[in-house]
């Protein structure tokens, strides 16, 4: 009766993994399970995997040990003081599952490596299976036409295709799911997609909603359900810490306001006004969103709703990776190969689906949940 | 092929009437149709009586012209400067059908003659059925024990019922729906719902969610469905006003305020924080509500949300009033007798439904109106 | 006894002007002076010229009568309905006064008609003295080098310069006092400002502080005088309207942003954080700004205060319009010769002064008026 | 050379009492000064005690130690973490300089005993001089009348006197200067202010101003230079800890409410609009002040500033007790006798001044400072 299952997480010593793998530690030493959807009564019963058998490691590419990353997340208020010592078991458990981003050789070739380590650690851990999930920093956007046969040439070829991607067909190769929490290239091209259908495996994203993004997805559909026109909105978002230092790349920031803008427009059509994403390195890890809605009510008469946000992204993040995980492990589980349109309760831009209104994305994550 | 339907208003001079009658007129003139729900696409096929065929009327304690009111309404920019000459016919039409509340004898006797008036309104205008809707003034809270029998003697007694009660009497002995768009007394007390099932009539309630309370609606949901702890939720409203003024009123703000904490609680539990209701005089009829949300998000990390609303409350009221007039008019014709639970969506305090999620309430209201 | 001061406007039929030439009529129709700070109990007996004693011309590209514009300010809400019958005869007056900006020949045969405009406005309506205000649309930065010698030189050559310039040495040329309400060139090039000096003419500027910078003038100096260091100030303006369209040029945007930044830094030195500039068209006339001040207190607590500023720039410029024409009126009278740091409480971007407190600046404009 | 001041405080194992002790300690470890506005350039050379020579000693009701104390500072986010250790002497010396509040006796023994307290602190620190200063919990409004002499008989009597009467006394028999940090009773009346005069004693307060009313005491000013007319200022505070608990009671928070409404309407005259204090436990030491201004532009265009402050009050309020220690030592050096109205800018109700406008404020505290 084991059934242990792997986390395999791109980006394994960045905030949110950090913060992924001490928070379940925490939650198995007694923490309320704040923020993780799955422990939610309404999902009881579902026969998702217990939070204490999911084992974590992954790729990256430093090699800075956990409990100095959680002494960080500590300094920065994400995580609470005096954590590092209750989870030093965890910490050190991960760290060895944890291995560098294989170089050299071919793309093809590091796939396969990639594919390997993945493989490798489930043998280690006597895995029943794996879900990978990217949570690394945010690419910028990538064109990638074609089938699976023009991306096996590619690999093999001298144009450099982007880390998601590589990390993607990795996951595909070593039969484990795949959930891309970032906005980058991975499952977005076809030939990606078709590559997963063919190993049978199940693939879910992209782009977490954890902020700004999430409270427009239950403003935006109060706005249509009560025949309200919207005519501008805008937002401001400042962060600081790595994403932020990420996103002050212009080319990164674009893949992430494409995510952004695309659930609006399809909830209450083309609005005017702007989304920023400023760099503003005393935020820390520490995020604020500030949001303009001009609408017009009876006979036009103008109103407007503004909000602010203040979060801090690793802690609304990481719960949700616990979530994407156990919910990964049951489609395997479930055999369910291709999109799962049905997670789109926690993405920006819901992979095969145009429904974007949150309260709808719960209760049809719900009636996936209980299908069986 | 007529088909017309009354619109009796209690408080029929009022800003929310006003704003209805001459809203209604404008429309039929061009003026599309925002805020007014039941005009979506998703309404259409669903029988509703078009909105040139409601015919407005009701009880007022003043006389104040509607042209004069109109006015009033222009200079303190609820409606578009210039209506009024637009739909000068259609305003004296509607003061034709306005009369004042009877006075004198026993309650009964005022509910009587009240529901004299009601019918030959309906007559008047040759009307298939009437809606009765209350957006006068809102009322302490009272109340009512025992039941119809216990209620008639009380009619004939000393003791001052609510205006409400009478009036919502009144509707049910002309044989119209009613619907309370206040948290008043009206249809609380267990008789008068007796009443209107003894009469096989609809009913419908309380108290319009336009604002702060629709905004909560959406958002409470959204911390529920992301399993986050809400620890505080404080709110501050500030309005001037005919409704300001009444609210100032200590003993009137608690039945506001009993309806507007209601969601929440049944939402998320109970968290701490008050909600002010503050007179503003030279805030007019506009209304900003500003909240602050303390939450927490994975191992206690706290977080805050605020907004702040600026609204007109009648602009975002009229349209409801003629959703819930075409809706109870439908009720009226499928026979529905009693509570309407389906109505919830329009409500801050939904009669016999514990459900406040504005989107549920949207879907549920759909499925109602597209069930036969 | 007459003493007639004119007011030569460079954008004579823009909002500001607009609203200014209105503004001033009703204020002799009796409307109180909000806005007006020279008609502060304070600035009593220090001689400045009656409001009703100013006469209003100016130079404009279009020739849309003023009270077809006051017609669409009055729509969008910057000026009272009705205000345009009542006021008829002054804008007709005003209307005459203006005249098309002359073109063609060199650019000094430009600056000599433009100037010779100016003498004959003075002239038709027995002026005392002129002072001619820039309140034309923002132009991008532009650098001029040299002394008057090498400036006379290119205005008789190929180099395109700025129209805010021509208009300050037609200014100089007919003898006016000369403002840039506008962050333009004009009086920026050290050869602009000898050629006043050699006219023995005042002039000032520059970029009127209407919004979100006044604010940052008096929460800056706040943070310094209580030692707290601020580490991030962000902020988000939102307009529509001509102003708004003129800043989505970035060309025009950056000569906002540079006097808009110049205060802050030589309030509390440098700062984290950017300043945005939206066009939002459905805004209109209005204007919304957002500022997010991040600092800390004692032992490095960081905290933070956050600001929405919801106003509408043309009422807030047009009576500092008012307040500089008197100002600058008064300087002539007192024979002042060359820049007047004295005004700096009107703008973002001080002319040769470095003090941004907006108080320290209202008390050094009260000694200056009460020199004598 | 030795010239130490003794820092005698009322309530001096409280938050700000505790903060400001060890904030003291942790800048002579080297902490920066942030906050301490006498460690501003401004303030050099004017012959103030350095920040090393003061020594903390007080009176409270309870006895926990202050490390403890600053444990429980440090959870709650207004402390660094690690600071405990660092200083551990700096608390240890001033736990052994608070003593228990005397109990029994008269009330007239009481002040004799609280004397006795402060006088033998000043002996065992070899003390050059010693300023008082009351950081105690806020008490309820309270009227003394008569003068010196019914207030010696009342000191006897059976009328229970406010705690902070008997503390200023007591001060003033000890020779220390007196400085309320809090809207208490203490030198509001005439009879205590004629004591201090009757030792050749200064006295300073009431009530700092540190959050919410230090912006509006920038931002009216604002309004009135530019005499923008304000028509209604609304503000909700939201605070837990136990300044929050002592305010959740209405006769206090009277106290507190009084001192925050008399600027405004100094600096502005009566306006529209609440002051709320709530008392919301889950914030801690946290508060959260929201604040709503509508004014109008020209032609009465109706406009509004919102702010939302977000403090920790403690460290606010400490670095300002170091000052007025500071300042009161020197005023004491200068034989100052009577109300210090210099010391306005630290005030919500500044003693014998009218004056509330931050900047001018402070220029008037540098102008006394530099005055020898």
């Known amino acids: 009766m084991r059934r242990r299952v792997g986390v395999w997480l791109f980006g394994a010593r960045g905030s949110v993994a950090t913060t992924t793998i001490a928070g379940a530690a925490a939650l198995n030493h007694g923490s309320p399970p704040a923020g993780v959807v799955t422990e939610l009564p309404a999902f009881a019963g579902a026969g998702l995997v217990p939070l204490v058998q999911l084992v974590f490691g992954g790729h990256d590419v430093v090699e800075t040990p956990l409990a100095k990353r959680v002494e960080q997340l500590v300094a920065g ?23 560098l981003l294989p170089t050299g050789g071919s793309q093809y070739d590091v796939v396969r490596r990639m594919a390997e380590d993945i493989r490798a650690f489930a043998l280690r851990n006597d895995l029943e299976r794996v879900v990978a999930i990217n949570v690394a920093s945010t690419e910028a956007p990538y064109e990638i036409a074609g089938g699976v046969a023009e991306l096996r040439a590619a690999l093999d070829g001298s144009e450099v295709l982007p880390a998601s991607v590589l990390g993607a067909l990795a996951a595909f190769e070593a039969g484990a799911a795949y959930i891309d929490f970032t906005p980058s290239t991975s499952i977005r091209p076809a030939a990606v997609r078709e590559w997963a259908v063919e190993k049978r495996l199940p693939y879910g994203g992209q782009d977490a909603k954890t902020g700004e993004t999430l409270v427009k997805s239950v403003l935006a559909p109060m706005f249509a359900a009560r025949a309200l026109p919207v005519h501008a909105w805008s937002g401001t978002n400042l962060l600081g810490g790595g994403d932020g230092a990420t996103l002050a790349d212009p080319r990164a920031a674009e893949s992430k306001s494409i995510s952004k803008e695309r659930g609006l427009a399809e909830m209450i059509g083309d609005v005017a006004g702007e989304v920023h994403i400023d760099y503003v390195d005393p935020m820390g890890d520490w995020k604020t969103a500030w949001d303009h809605v001009m609408f017009s009510g009876f006979l036009g008469v103008r109103m407007t709703l503004q909000f602010t946000w203040q979060g801090c992204d690793s802690a609304l993040a990481a719960p949700l990776v616990l979530d994407l995980a156990r919910l990964s492990a049951l489609a395997l589980e479930r055999g369910h190969v291709g999109a799962m349109p049905f997670l789109g309760f926690y993405f920006k831009d819901p992979i095969e689906s145009t429904e974007h209104s949150l309260v709808r994305q719960y209760d049809e994550l719900l009636r996936w949940v209980h299908a069986c």
């Open 77 to 99: 208020g994400v995580l609470p003081p005096g954590l590092a010592g209750l989870i030093a078991a965890e910490l050190a458990e991960a760290d060895r599952n944890i291995v």
